[in-house]
């Protein structure tokens, strides 16, 4: 095998997906926010574990401290295979839209990027980043130091529409009330969505999903998860550092960040061969979530890789017997690895 990551990664991670969204789906409605977070992240390091590669997570579920799987610096895959596996970064959300789940809301997903070591962005102490995220046609046109009203124009030019045709997908946040205000006074349609904003972000890309733009501070590890999908849809995100606070802010720049610096999608995943992966848990916008019958489960995907420009929409039927067997080997081949140290 190569050094670099090849196009059998990409199906591997759908496989990683796919697990996490199966162990959260259960949880919808539960309100339960950790314990349906735990499921997931404890199905998607397993899966990971049986990929072959050496990978490191540059963006996970935080500090080794604070998070016991998957967290930053994280090394995972099955790295002793025994052959020149692939060195790879990662960027892992167990699930984008942790509180729609627990409520039973649209737009949960479960997501995995990866990219060649050292090619993804690591945000730091810092939580949130400001963000613009278009499709392929409005790439290049986008200037987050520019005011809402002259992105917005640019956009629907680049489109062929006027901009009262425009949706615009928004956090709903106090933060973002001038925003929003902004937004209204352009005559551009406006969706406020309570949580995940790498969802959006990719319906940006796709025909037919009623998104056009996203714009406002989201999660900072979402910004790097959204630009690696973006890179293998040929859209285009940009994003700024946002402190909360001064504390944040002086706490970044004494380890070298530059908060005013705006990040291009190619500076987020500095590498031109990338995958992405995404399995629905609540149904959506961009994919259906998780759904049972009494044969078992069925689930919608999408894979992507950039430097093919390939995407596919995987639907996939999962049997319950099968399901059981394969958790519960995985789960055997994790406590020998373990083991072994």
């Known amino acids: 095998m190569s050094n670099a990551p090849d196009r059998n990664i990409g199906l591997e991670l759908v496989r990683v997906t796919e697990s996490a969204a199966l162990a959260a789906a ?5 309100n339960k926010k950790n314990e349906a977070d735990k499921a997931a992240v404890d199905a998607m390091r397993l899966m990971l574990n049986t990929v072959e590669m050496d990978g490191v997570i540059v963006i996970g579920e935080g500090e080794k401290d604070k998070a016991p799987m998957l967290f930053n610096g994280e090394r995972i895959g099955n790295y002793n295979a025994g052959w020149d596996v692939p060195k790879c970064d990662l960027a892992v959300d167990p699930i984008d839209g942790t509180r729609p789940l627990a409520l039973g809301l649209p737009n949960s997903i479960a997501v995995v990027a990866l990219a060649e070591r050292g090619s993804m962005f690591f945000p730091g102490p810092i939580v949130y980043m400001d963000k613009l995220a278009v499709g392929p046609e ?6 987050l130091n520019a005011p809402v009203a002259d992105n917005l124009n640019a956009i629907a030019k680049a489109k062929g529409k006027s901009v009262t045709e425009l949706v615009v997908v928004v956090l709903d946040r106090p933060r973002h009330e001038q925003l929003i205000s902004e937004i209204r006074a352009t005559g551009a349609r406006l969706k406020l969505i309570t949580d995940g904003d790498v969802a959006p972000s990719i319906a940006a ?34 994003a700024r550092l946002y402190p909360r606070d001064e504390k944040e802010k002086l706490l970044a720049e004494e380890m070298g960040y530059d908060t005013n610096r705006v990040y291009t999608s190619a500076e987020l995943v500095k590498s031109d061969n990338v995958f992405f992966a995404a399995t629905g848990i609540t149904d959506g916008e961009l994919m259906r979530g998780v759904h049972y019958s009494s044969q078992g489960a069925t689930t919608e ?8 420009g390939t995407m596919r929409r995987i639907i996939a039927t999962h049997r319950t017997e099968k399901l059981q067997q394969i958790l519960s080997d995985q789960k055997e081949r994790m406590a020998e690895r373990e083991k072994r140290g």
């Open 26 to 30: 259960p949880w919808m409605g539960r």
């Open 138 to 143: 409005a790439a290049g046109v986008i200037d």
């Open 205 to 238: 890309c796709l025909p037919n999903t009623g998104v056009d733009v996203l714009m406002g501070a989201g999660g900072a590890p979402e910004a790097v998860v959204s630009a690696s999908a973006l890179k293998c849809m040929r859209g285009e995100i940009h």
């Open 301 to 308: 995907s999408l894979a992507m890789r950039s430097s093919s």
